[in-house]
């Protein structure tokens, strides 16, 4: 099969890229649209703005996933219609895969032999698609949905407008990070022109949290490690917490932001721990701090300031290792701090 690669957000490329996307869009009538497992924010957004392109052309759209969408996001448009499915045997025309670095991360079996259309911004992507659009330079792959929904002429809805704008704003950590370009701004305001608002937005990602997860922070905070001179911490959180607390596996998200708030803290890391002794691990970061380095040592991946990885094995046997490396990314990026 032909492959199609771009790595780079340089404009000759961008645009033949895109535009082979568009050609094989136009011409395809039955899609279906993935993302990775445990979706998150830029990978509801991402795929539900597709899909209402999608509609627009008058094409037939599913989108599946391996796990649900976070609780906050059931009641935003179209989020109704994502289904719940490890295993797919389409009868599509093509399947775009959205915000996913390889096939695998979607947890959903039987896609390998569809004609595959890869769209994503994670560093480490390793182009398993028949056509591969890879732009680590956009700070959401909202981003870049945004780019190929402008290109197949569909119109910016309120509706789309507010997937994308979702997207942006939960994949720069609610404009944190180091990815944000003038690009992002650029594609926020077209939204906010387009009907979104963004108080209603900021409100309901962020601040829909039960009376439970407000305890699980507290009880999380009290019990968090400070290593290296306060400047990392670390979160652990087992199902005997959540239960404590009424809480699930989906109330820990965000949480992780919140020692980043302390001047000092320039990492954080979060180990999740379930019942079958598997542990995934988390981390965000400052500035330059590269948790995704650190991540990719141990088999994950990530961006600069938000990485991750599943420990194989035990915790015991790696944490010290995790939390060292941790320091030396900390080291090393606090000599390129911005001022
Ligand atoms: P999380 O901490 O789960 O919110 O993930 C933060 C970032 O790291 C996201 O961009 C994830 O896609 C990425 N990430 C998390 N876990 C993994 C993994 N096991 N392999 C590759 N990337 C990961
Ligand atoms: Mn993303």
């Known amino acids: 099969m032909a492959r199609d690669t771009m790595t780079r957000s340089d404009s000759d490329e961008h645009t033949n890229i895109i535009g082979r996307i568009r050609d094989e869009v136009l011409r395809r009538r039955r899609f279906l ?65 959205m915000e996913c670095s390889d096939l695998g991360r979607t947890g959903v079996a039987g896609l390998e032999d569809q004609f595959l259309i890869n769209i994503d911004h994670h560093a480490g992507n390793t182009h398993y698609g028949a056509l591969n659009w890879h732009d680590v330079s956009a700070a959401a792959c909202g981003e870049m949905v945004f780019d190929l929904i402008r290109a197949l002429g569909v119109p910016l809805t309120q509706e789309i407008a507010t997937h994308v704008y979702l997207a942006i704003l939960t994949d720069t950590g609610s404009f944190h990070h180091s990815n944000i370009t003038p690009r992002t701004f650029d594609i926020c305001r077209e939204t906010v022109e387009a009907g979104v608002n963004p108080a209603i937005m900021a409100r309901r990602v962020f601040d829909s949290n039960s009376f439970g997860k407000l305890k699980l922070i507290g009880a999380l905070l009290d019990s968090m490690e400070l290593v290296d001179e306060g400047r990392l911490a670390v979160l652990r959180i087992d199902d005997a917490m959540l239960e404590a607390c009424g809480c699930t596996n989906n109330d820990t998200e965000g949480i992780i932001n919140l020692p980043l708030t302390a001047r000092e803290i320039q990492a954080v890391v979060f180990f999740k721990v379930s019942p079958n002794g598997e542990v995934r691990v988390s981390m965000r970061s400052k500035y330059d701090v590269d948790v995704r380095f650190v991540a ?44």
């Open 296 to 339: 990719t040592q141990f088999g994950g991946g990530g961006h600069k300031n938000a990485a991750g990885f599943t420990v194989d094995g035990r915790l015991e046997d790696v944490r010290a290792d995790i939390l060292q490396r941790l320091i030396a990314a900390i080291e090393h990026g606090l000599q390129t701090r911005p001022q």
């Open 33 to 97: 649209l993935t993302s990775h497992a445990r979706p998150d924010g830029d990978s509801i957004g991402s795929q539900v703005a597709m899909a209402f392109a999608l509609d627009a052309l008058g094409k037939a759209v599913r989108i599946v996933n391996a796990d649900p969408p976070p609780e906050h996001y059931q009641d935003f448009p179209g989020v109704g219609r994502i289904e719940i499915a490890s295993q797919a045997t389409p009868e599509v025309d093509a399947v775009i895969v």
